[in-house]
């Protein structure tokens, strides 16, 4: 049974392409293995010398270059679902509407999905189509977790809550976790910090999002490589009236020339650190606040789940970077987190020391891998289509 899973942004396709059978080894309901057959990435879709002139092109290539044979389901990435959608979803007419109704809350994300959907369905009409949400995971968060304190007409009229990203990847991380430490999924109670050029982090209590850092757009939260994450909305205001910033510069201020890019002329935490190794004062403060807000955020959300069983790490920098995740639970010993700095050099799946009440690990994330599981999920249960 092979399920392809593709991720179309505004100037790419990513794609890989899925065998799965059943775990022979495992008793669980969702115990499938999958393998990797074959995956890619077209880029600079529509750009003179780019992959492809558009997406249509650009996944006839990709269709055209595996063997579909045996080819069961295609699931989509799509970054918003709003608040329609809390589960992977099989791709009909309403659907689609649904989600291009959600592209004011997503105008970077959710046009390109659309295209990637609708060449999808055109090419493979006879194939169930599935779309992951990213927003998907957070839809569990109570209302006080995600309600705005501003005027509730303006919040309901215009949709203005919390959502949460990362989703695919907090869900899987925060499982991968549990059974590595051998706990019981819905028992365990972790905090997933996903840092890639994004970066977010979650409070997942027995396999629920209870808390997550992003918000209405993935803005909010963390420092990440270009994106200013919490900042007083006062920066705006007066950047707007006493700098005389347009609302359209403001914005490409804060999501492509902010975070480590911003702070020290650098969007890659490669880069950052071998300047703060070199001595570089820019390059200094910009990982010390990046690290600064991951230590407020772990602590929030100790607070909100009251006990937390681990402390996850992944993405490009989470996984990679043994410094940062150092510097980000430095000093929290009293808190029942200790890090063992050989562990954590080595990058160990778990990186605690042997008295660390709250482990703390290192856990690749795998997205396509979790959207073809839940696609795989979203089409099992009448058996129907499978
Ligand atoms: P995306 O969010 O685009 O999926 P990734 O999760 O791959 O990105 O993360 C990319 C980021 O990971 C890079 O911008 C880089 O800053 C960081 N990164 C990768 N390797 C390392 C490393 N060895 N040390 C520190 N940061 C790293």
């Known amino acids: ?5 593709l991720n179309c942004g505004s100037s790419s396709v990513k794609y890989r392409l899925f065998q799965g059978a059943p775990d022979a080894t495992s008793t669980g309901p ?5 393998v990797t057959l074959a995956k890619g990435l077209i880029e600079r879709i529509g750009e003179p010398g780019g992959g492809a002139a558009d997406h249509t092109a650009a996944l006839q290539q990709v269709m055209g270059s595996v063997d579909l044979s045996g080819l069961r389901a295609v699931g989509h990435r799509v970054v918003h679902g709003g608040s329609l959608f809390s589960a992977p979803t099989v791709i009909d007419d309403e659907v689609v509407a649904a989600v291009e109704g959600l592209v004011p809350l997503a105008p970077l994300h959710n046009p390109s999905a659309l295209s990637g959907i609708a060449v999808a369905r055109k090419l493979l009409p006879d194939i169930p189509q599935v779309a992951v949400f990213d927003t998907a995971f957070h839809q569990s968060i109570a209302p006080d977790g995600v309600t705005y304190a501003i005027d509730t007409e303006l919040a309901a009229r215009w949709q203005i809550r919390r959502y949460g990203f990362h989703g695919t990847s907090h869900a899987y991380v925060a499982r991968r976790t549990a059974e590595l430490l051998g706990l019981p999924s819905d028992q365990a109670n972790v905090i997933t910090l996903h840092l890639g050029n994004g970066a977010s982090v979650c409070a997942v209590q027995g396999g629920r999002s ?21 900042i007083d909305p006062t920066v705006i205001f007066h950047l707007h009236r006493v700098a005389g910033l347009p609302i359209e510069e403001i914005e490409h201020s804060l999501t492509r020339n902010a975070g480590l890019q911003g702070m020290a002329d650098a969007n890659d935490m490669r880069e950052v650190q071998r300047r703060r190794a070199a001595g570089d004062p820019a390059a200094t403060l910009a990982f010390d606040v990046y690290c600064r807000r991951l230590r407020e955020y772990v602590g929030s959300y100790l607070a909100v789940l009251g006990r937390a069983d681990a402390i996850t790490f992944t993405a490009g920098v989470g996984e990679n970077s043994p410094a940062v995740r150092a510097e980000a639970l430095k000093g929290l010993s009293a808190l029942g987190i200790e890090i063992d ?9 778990v990186i605690s020391a042997d008295g660390s009440k709250v482990r703390v690990c290192v856990v690749p994330t795998d997205e396509e891998l979790e959207i073809a599981e839940q696609a795989r999920n979203a089409l099992e249960p009448d058996g129907a289509h499978l």
């Open 1 to 5: 049974m092979k399920i392809l899973v």
């Open 30 to 34: 969702a115990s499938w293995t999958f």
């Open 210 to 230: 209870v808390a997550t850092s992003m918000g209405m757009s993935p803005l909010s939260g963390l420092v990440m490589g270009t994106r200013c994450g919490d």
């Open 341 to 349: 700095e050989t562990r954590n050099q080595r990058g160990d799946p």
